[in-house]
């Protein structure tokens, strides 16, 4: 849960103006109190004008605004800045605030001692406060100590997050990283002639030895230690320290932001620290288990909260412009190739996609091209998530008391916790899946990404505001809320997905039967293993389900027990996944082609026509 | 946004020119504002501080960490040659002697009573940065370089690899559709800037490597033949950096594409002429595009400045930059301005352009860029 409230409330809101000043786009939202809830009014957007020729990234923020004004008939700004509080004659808001990613966001090294244990804590942390994480430095991570300093040295992060030790544990561990910081004499991205800042939260006896070796060189801050003792990870003061140097140091030298901060008394968030609230605190709204994915054109994030575990990880190279030449570097072209129902030649495929990787802002204008870039996005997205469940672990080191109940779920120390079938809600957000031109696509992209099991509410971000709906969540939780349920999400229905099966099965062989009541009628489906099914329940709808897999698959209750539950519409509908988790494609390309064809004509992917055409070749 | 569009690669003439040229950390400027640079002008010098070296003391002399201040020979602040003995510790009444030996020439710049570990630092590294092209000191930047301001012929490619390089311009093709190979490099290209057609080739690259040439401009390259020069793959679009001979720049993309008529026709123009080419590429906040400049260069007759207040008009000449009609140029016929529903079934904005054949077609806007003078 947000771990830090800077500012506190001491009028009623009514209307609030947020913004998100992003890399490229900078976006403007107004929410306003609509009888007796908070909805979405308008938003606007501009061009981010932090490079030069501007210099001042409240010129964009100016121009979103201005937008908005233009659509609202609202005055909202003055010369000094957006007008707060509201003015008796309608003008202004009562509160303004912004998240920022601009000018590559925030950019950190971290070190540790352990690159399992403390180090993966600090990178947990940093992450978690939505920071890029540039390297991570740990005694045992293989490299020699020049080979570290070099690296700490080429490196120009925006400050160094240092932990290693628990409270009166072995110092001498955590000072020899810190030597190795201090020889390296690291200088900041920003604001040449600067101390770089470093936050120390390790072993608190070692402090007057870091103190040593750092005060002179850098900019050093201590905090508690992120693992006090082993069995603890406590990473709210890191964190909290973290967006104190973000406002501090990187916020005061990126161009314009002094401006921007005196505009809002909310203290500016990483953009991606604003999502990861927005995350937790719809996790908390909800009662459900969720994974958020954001996938951008350079970096994918992707979060999850699971009971107390929040995690956030960013894929700085995997994305749909900038670097998705990387994602063809790491999963290889047949990965893509998988995807794509019609024969491409391999050498036009990789020249498609590194002309894409040049001129980043063309969008797809034959299906064709359509089918190969979101084959290519379920690949940058399934990475993205195998990289997210590698740090999204339980505390490593740590012995645990196992109980005869725990025999047959051996989920010890540094295993994820990431439970496909707790999980209930799946978010995704970013063009390929916002922008998707049917929602159908954007829930078989999250579908075959993520494979979801048992039954997952799938959803999409209309317009990308959880930014802006995270930091108001910080200073009202119920307006961010309510806006994130009725405006921001969008539903698209909630996916039945059998695990297994638990032993060899065919293709045809019984999955599923579905008994489903909606408005007082019976809808009874058999779905057998390799297929889908999607079914018409819209938005707003629910149905009562009585689900019953065979007993070679489980939704839930155990291999071939029956599950009742109540099930939710959406836009696309309730989608009966029956191929099976894990699942892969067929290896052989006709049959690939026949099952991809049939799976898309299942859900309605793309036209018929097409699919048709694909089918006879 | 009533302007949306891609602005495009600048191909031009006469343009001003200027360049920042910025030391890593603060330094000492030696120019000052007004004066007359060339490419090889060092403006401006810093010192970085030297390579930091750590060794073991404690462990190479087998002592606790608390104790190895006093075996050392050499104290804090003090300098020391490589080979020379760092510390030393006799036991047995000096019967054994351990010795730890400097690895490098430097300064003990710390030693730790903790870890056991002593720090060295080698001499400073100085680090220069010159002018890059020929011009003249608009500003001076105290401590950090210069801004460079010339007038010149200017070409934006659209990639490439390799850094700065200056050389005379040469064209190795007759038309901007011919793919520049092995045959077309000369032994006497050595120095040159070697510009070809609509693609370059592995094996024109490796032999612009053998005789020396510094840079390379085409249309195109074919994916496997960059990552066989570069002998790595490219994951993401930051580029610049990379230790190899031949400067490439690509002006139209990736696979065999003609290049467009008035870069090849400028390039003409400038054969002979020296030109400053970087070919360093980032694609992202802050885009870097890869870069001829030829200073000094007059156009023979007076060029008209297009006007590009107005964005997209008609008679606006672009290039299409996606398929299905990739690195054809057109024309803006009309701009329809209500969203219109494509192939995809997206709904979006769209104009109508009338290709080289005569064809009209339509195409998303995001989808071309202005052809830029």
Same mark, same amino acid.
């Given at each position: 849960?947000?771990?830090?409230?800077?500012?506190?409330?001491?009028?009623?809101?009514?209307?609030?103006?947020?913004?998100?000043?992003?890399?490229?786009?900078?976006? @403007?939202?107004?929410?306003?109190?609509?009888?007796?809830?908070?909805?979405?009014?308008?938003?606007?957007?501009?061009?981010?004008?932090?490079?030069?020729?501007? &210099?001042?990234?409240?010129?964009?923020?100016?121009?979103?605004?201005?937008?908005?004004?233009?659509?609202?008939?609202?005055?909202?700004?003055?010369?000094?800045?957006?007008?707060?509080?509201?003015?008796?004659?309608?003008?202004?808001?009562?509160?303004?605030?912004?998240?920022?990613?601009?000018?590559?966001?925030?950019?950190?090294?971290?070190?540790?001692?352990?690159?399992?244990?403390?180090?993966?804590?600090?990178?947990?942390?940093?992450?978690?406060?939505?920071?890029?994480?540039?390297?991570?430095?740990?005694?045992?991570?293989?490299? $020699?100590?020049?080979?570290?300093?070099?690296?700490?040295?080429?490196?120009?992060?925006?400050?160094?997050?240092?932990?290693?030790?628990?409270?009166?544990?072995?110092?001498?561990?955590?000072?020899?990283?810190?030597?190795?910081?201090?020889?390296?004499?690291?200088?900041?991205?920003?604001?040449?002639?600067?101390?770089? !800042?470093?936050?120390?939260?390790? *072993?608190?006896?070692?402090? !007057?030895?870091? +103190?040593?070796?750092?005060? /002179?060189?850098?900019?050093?801050?201590?905090?508690?230690?992120?693992?006090?003792?082993?069995?603890? &990870?406590?990473?709210?003061?890191?964190?909290?320290?973290?967006?104190?140097?973000?406002?501090?140091?990187?916020?005061?030298?990126?161009?314009?932001?002094?401006?921007?901060?005196?505009?809002?008394?909310? !203290?500016?968030?990483?953009?991606?620290?604003?999502?990861?609230?927005?995350?937790?605190?719809?996790?908390?709204?909800?009662?459900?288990?969720?994974?958020?994915?954001?996938?951008? =054109?350079?970096?994918?994030?992707?979060?999850?909260?699971?009971?107390?575990?929040? *995690?956030?990880?960013?894929? @700085?190279?995997?994305?749909?412009?900038?670097?998705?030449?990387?994602?063809?570097?790491?999963?290889?072209?047949?990965?893509?190739?998988?995807?794509?129902?019609?024969?491409? *030649?391999?050498?036009?495929?990789?020249?498609?996609?590194?002309?894409?990787?040049?001129?980043?802002?063309?969008?797809?204008?034959?299906?064709?091209?359509?089918?190969?870039?979101?084959?290519?996005?379920?690949?940058?997205?399934?990475?993205?998530?195998?990289?997210? $469940?590698?740090?999204?672990?339980?505390?490593?080191?740590?012995?645990?008391?196992?109980?005869?109940?725990?025999?047959?779920?051996?989920?010890?120390?540094?295993?994820?916790?990431?439970?496909?079938?707790?999980?209930?809600?799946?978010?995704?957000?970013?063009?390929?899946?916002?922008?998707?031109?049917?929602?159908?696509?954007?829930?078989?992209?999250?579908?075959?990404?993520?494979?979801?099991?048992?039954?997952?509410?799938?959803?999409?971000?209309?317009?990308?505001?959880?930014?802006?709906?995270?930091?108001?969540?910080?200073?009202?939780? /119920?307006?961010?809320?309510?806006?994130?349920?009725?405006?921001?999400?969008?539903?698209? =229905?909630?996916?039945?997905?059998?695990?297994?099966?638990?032993?060899?099965? /065919?293709? =045809?062989?019984?999955?599923?039967?579905?008994?489903?009541?909606?408005?007082?009628?019976?809808?009874?489906?058999?779905?057998?293993?390799?297929?889908?099914?999607?079914?018409?329940?819209?938005?707003?709808?629910?149905?009562?389900?009585?689900?019953?897999?065979?007993?070679?698959?489980?939704?839930?209750?155990?291999?071939?027990?029956?599950?009742?539950?109540?099930? +939710?519409?959406?836009?696309?509908?309730?989608?009966?996944?029956?191929?099976?988790?894990?699942?892969?494609?067929?290896?052989?390309? @006709?049959?690939?082609?026949?099952?991809?064809?049939?799976?898309?004509? @299942?859900?309605?992917?793309?036209?018929?026509?097409?699919?048709?055409?694909?089918?006879?070749? | 946004?009533?302007?949306?569009?891609?602005?495009?690669?600048?191909?031009?003439?006469?343009?001003?020119?200027?360049?920042?040229?910025?030391?890593?950390?603060?330094?000492?400027?030696?120019?000052?504002?007004?004066?007359?640079?060339?490419?090889?002008?060092?403006?401006?010098?810093?010192?970085?501080?030297?390579?930091?070296?750590?060794?073991?003391?404690?462990?190479?002399?087998?002592?606790?960490? %608390?104790?190895?201040?006093?075996?050392?020979?050499?104290?804090?602040?003090?300098?020391?040659?490589?080979?020379?003995?760092?510390?030393?510790?006799?036991?047995?009444?000096?019967?054994?002697?351990?010795?730890?030996?400097?690895?490098?020439?430097?300064?003990?710049?710390?030693?730790?009573?903790?870890?056991?570990?002593?720090?060295?630092?080698?001499?400073?590294?100085?680090?220069?940065?010159?002018?890059?092209?020929?011009?003249?000191?608009?500003?001076?930047?105290?401590?950090?370089?210069?801004?460079?301001?010339?007038?010149?012929?200017?070409?934006?490619?659209?990639?490439?690899?390799?850094?700065?390089?200056?050389?005379?311009?040469?064209?190795?093709?007759?038309?901007?559709?011919?793919?520049?190979?092995?045959?077309?490099?000369?032994?006497?290209?050595?120095?040159?800037?070697?510009?070809?057609?609509?693609?370059?080739?592995?094996?024109?690259?490796?032999?612009?490597?053998?005789?020396?040439?510094?840079?390379?401009?085409?249309?195109?390259?074919?994916?496997?033949?960059?990552?066989?020069?570069?002998?790595?793959?490219?994951?993401?679009?930051?580029?610049?950096? %990379?230790?190899?001979?031949?400067?490439?720049?690509?002006?139209?993309?990736?696979?065999?594409?003609?290049?467009?008529?008035?870069?090849?026709?400028?390039?003409?123009?400038?054969?002979?002429?020296?030109?400053?080419?970087?070919?360093?590429?980032?694609?992202?906040?802050?885009?870097?595009?890869?870069?001829?400049?030829?200073?000094?260069?007059?156009?023979?007759?007076?060029?008209?400045?297009?006007?590009?207040?107005?964005?997209?008009?008609?008679?606006?000449?672009?290039?299409?930059?996606?398929?299905?009609?990739?690195?054809?140029?057109?024309? #803006?016929?009309?701009?329809?301005?209500?969203?219109?529903?494509?192939?995809? %079934?997206?709904? #979006?904005?769209?104009?109508?352009?009338?290709?080289?054949?005569?064809?009209?077609?339509?195409?998303?806007?995001?989808?071309?860029?202005?052809?830029?003078?």
């Amino acid at each position: 849960m947000p771990e830090e409230k800077a500012f506190k409330l001491d009028r009623e809101i009514t209307s609030v103006l947020a913004t998100d000043c992003g890399s490229t786009t900078t976006k @403007a939202i107004l929410i306003e109190k609509v009888g007796d809830e908070y909805r979405l009014i308008t938003r606007g957007e501009a061009p981010t004008t932090v490079e030069a020729p501007f &210099e001042d990234v409240t010129a964009g923020a100016r121009n979103a605004i201005r937008e908005v004004e233009e659509l609202t008939g609202k005055t909202l700004l003055d010369e000094k800045g957006v007008i707060t509080p509201r003015h008796p004659d309608g003008s202004g808001v009562d509160i303004y605030m912004s998240t920022s990613s601009a000018g590559g966001g925030l950019q950190m090294m971290v070190a540790g001692v352990v690159k399992t244990m403390t180090a993966e804590s600090a990178a947990r942390a940093a992450l978690g406060a939505g920071a890029i994480v540039m390297d991570v430095i740990a005694v045992d991570d293989g490299r $020699k100590p020049h080979e570290k300093i070099q690296r700490i040295r080429q490196l120009r992060p925006d400050m160094i997050l240092l932990s290693g030790g628990i409270d009166g544990g072995t110092i001498t561990h955590v000072v020899e990283i810190a030597e190795l910081i201090s020889a390296a004499e690291p200088k900041p991205r920003l604001g040449i002639g600067y101390n770089l !800042p470093v936050i120390y939260a390790g *072993n608190k006896d070692a402090r !007057p030895h870091i +103190n040593n070796s750092l005060a /002179k060189k850098v900019d050093l801050r201590m905090v508690d230690n992120l693992r006090p003792v082993l069995e603890k &990870e406590v990473l709210g003061p890191a964190r909290e320290e973290i967006h104190n140097l973000f406002m501090e140091h990187v916020m005061a030298q990126a161009p314009g932001y002094n401006k921007l901060m005196s505009w809002t008394p909310v !203290p500016i968030m990483p953009t991606p620290g604003a999502v990861g609230i927005c995350m937790q605190t719809a996790s908390k709204e909800y009662d459900l288990s969720v994974i958020g994915v954001d996938i951008g =054109g350079a970096t994918t994030d992707v979060f999850s909260v699971f009971g107390e575990f929040f *995690n956030r990880t960013v894929s @700085a190279n995997l994305g749909m412009s900038y670097s998705i030449c990387n994602v063809l570097l790491e999963t290889g072209v047949a990965n893509i190739m998988r995807w794509i129902p019609f024969d491409i *030649n391999e050498g036009e495929l990789r020249n498609r996609i590194r002309n894409k990787m040049i001129r980043p802002t063309t969008i797809p204008q034959t299906l064709d091209d359509l089918i190969i870039e979101q084959a290519i996005s379920r690949e940058a997205l399934r990475l993205a998530f195998i990289h997210h $469940k590698s740090l999204a672990v339980g505390l490593r080191g740590v012995h645990r008391q196992r109980t005869i109940g725990d025999t047959f779920e051996q989920t010890g120390s540094g295993e994820t916790y990431i439970d496909m079938m707790d999980l209930g809600l799946l978010i995704g957000s970013g063009g390929v899946l916002s922008h998707a031109p049917r929602r159908a696509q954007a829930a078989m992209m999250l579908l075959d990404a993520f494979q979801p099991e048992g039954l997952t509410m799938l959803a999409v971000d209309s317009i990308f505001m959880m930014p802006q709906l995270g930091i108001l969540s910080t200073v009202h939780a /119920k307006a961010s809320m309510q806006v994130f349920d009725r405006d921001c999400l969008i539903k698209l =229905g909630t996916a039945i997905a059998p695990a297994g099966p638990s032993g060899g099965a /065919k293709d =045809g062989d019984p999955c599923v039967k579905v008994e489903l009541e909606v408005d007082g009628n019976t809808i009874v489906e058999e779905v057998p293993y390799g297929s889908i099914k999607l079914i018409k329940l819209e938005d707003g709808k629910k149905a009562k389900a009585i689900i019953h897999p065979s007993r070679q698959f489980d939704v839930g209750k155990g291999y071939g027990h029956t599950l009742e539950t109540t099930v +939710n519409g959406g836009v696309v509908g309730l989608t009966i996944d029956a191929r099976g988790r894990v699942f892969d494609v067929p290896q052989d390309k @006709a049959l690939r082609n026949r099952k991809l064809v049939e799976w898309f004509t @299942a859900m309605n992917l793309y036209p018929a026509e097409l699919l048709k055409k694909y089918a006879e070749v | 946004m009533a302007h949306a569009y891609t602005p495009g690669l600048k191909v031009t003439e006469r343009a001003v020119i200027r360049k920042t040229r910025r030391l890593p950390l603060l330094g000492e400027v030696l120019v000052e504002k007004g004066a007359a640079v060339s490419p090889d002008t060092i403006v401006a010098r810093t010192d970085i501080p030297g390579n930091p070296q750590t060794v073991n003391v404690a462990n190479s002399l087998g002592v606790e960490p %608390e104790d190895i201040a006093d075996f050392m020979k050499v104290k804090t602040g003090g300098s020391i040659k490589k080979g020379e003995i760092l510390a030393e510790y006799r036991s047995f009444f000096g019967l054994f002697k351990h010795t730890v030996t400097s690895p490098v020439d430097g300064v003990v710049e710390m030693v730790s009573t903790v870890t056991g570990q002593v720090t060295l630092r080698e001499p400073p590294i100085p680090i220069q940065v010159d002018a890059y092209i020929d011009g003249i000191v608009e500003e001076v930047l105290p401590k950090e370089g210069v801004i460079v301001k010339t007038e010149g012929a200017f070409i934006q490619g659209i990639f490439g690899v390799g850094g700065e390089t200056q050389g005379v311009i040469r064209v190795a093709v007759e038309g901007p559709d011919d793919v520049l190979d092995e045959a077309q490099v000369k032994p006497d290209d050595k120095g040159k800037i070697i510009i070809g057609g609509s693609l370059v080739t592995a094996a024109a690259i490796k032999k612009a490597a053998e005789v020396g040439a510094l840079g390379i401009v085409a249309g195109g390259i074919i994916d496997s033949d960059l990552i066989e020069y570069l002998g790595h793959d490219i994951g993401v679009a930051i580029t610049g950096h %990379e230790d190899i001979p031949v400067t490439v720049i690509i002006t139209e993309g990736f696979g065999r594409m003609r290049m467009a008529h008035r870069t090849f026709e400028l390039l003409k123009r400038l054969q002979g002429f020296r030109a400053s080419i970087n070919g360093a590429t980032q694609i992202r906040a802050g885009v870097m595009r890869p870069e001829i400049i030829v200073p000094g260069y007059q156009p023979q007759e007076d060029t008209k400045e297009q006007d590009l207040s107005q964005g997209l008009v008609p008679g606006t000449p672009l290039r299409i930059i996606r398929e299905p009609y990739f690195g054809q140029l057109a024309e #803006v016929v009309d701009l329809p301005p209500e969203l219109q529903v494509i192939e995809t %079934e997206a709904r #979006v904005r769209i104009l109508r352009a009338k290709l080289a054949d005569g064809t009209i077609v339509t195409v998303p806007r995001a989808n071309v860029e202005i052809i830029e003078a």
